[in-house]
């Protein structure tokens, strides 16, 4: 399998979805590797944003509390 094509299916899921079984067993492992995150962790997450804590309804960022 040439070097572009490894490096489109590992980017592109349709490119991914277009290759045989064969071929996709033959790919290598994605080079930033497999994320995995807990629910608790997930929770946690609030894309920089601190929680409201005085009654507000919306968060705040961190940088202006």
Request: proline letters at 8%; a negative charge.
């Amino acid at each position: 399998m040439e070097k572009n094509t490894i490096i489109d299916a590992l980017r592109n899921e349709d490119t991914m979805l277009e290759l045989s079984d064969e071929q996709r067993s033959m790919l290598p492992a994605h080079p930033a590797g497999v994320v995995e995150l807990d629910a608790a962790s997930l929770k946690s997450v609030s894309g920089g944003f601190e929680p409201a804590t005085d009654g507000d309804t919306y968060p705040r960022p961190q940088c202006c509390t």
